[in-house]
């Protein structure tokens, strides 16, 4: 089987909510599927403006993209396992989040689905900036000209540049 040929399911989170997804972008004709992960709704409170904000992401990414678009309630590494299973993939493309729940939702999809190979994307950056983060305001002010100018700040170095 060519790359081409492998079924292939892409995981879409909250923070991949972008029909410029880099996982998307690479899968764009694969099954995607969003999970609100009931296991985490029940235990950390979030208003509802939020969940209908994402519920919308989810409407819009699936309007834009040739792939088929699903989303479920449910403990996340179950439904993804079960998910790709419906659609016999071989490969879960997803992009990394940079959350603890990432790690666990990975790991605990691993141990459901072992076959399943975990492709991870690397999300798309913003900045260039590469230092410590202690305080939103003091980020800001050192990357506001990259970010909304495209203009690098004078005061930190640049990727691949010493």
Known sequence: ???????????????????????????????ALFVFDRPFLQAVPVAFPRLAFMYQGV????????????????????????FAAAHHAAELHVTRNF?????????G?????????????????LT???????RFFGFWKKVEREVLHGEPAPDFPQRGHR
């Open 128 to 134: 260039s900036f590469n230092g410590p983060l202690r």
């Open 59 to 82: 409407r819009d990414l699936a309007a834009h993209r040739p792939g088929p678009t699903e989303l479920r309630v449910g403990a996340v590494p179950d439904e993804l396992a079960a």
């Open 109 to 125: 999809l691993r141990a459901a689905r072992p076959d399943l190979r975990i492709i991870v994307h690397e999300p798309e950056r």
């Open 1 to 31: 089987m060519t790359a081409s040929q492998v079924r292939r399911v892409v995981w879409v989170h909250g923070d991949s909510l972008s029909v410029t997804d880099p996982a998307l972008s690479a899968c764009p004709d694969a099954p």
């Open 99 to 107: 959350t603890p729940d990432f790690a666990r939702i990975v790991d």
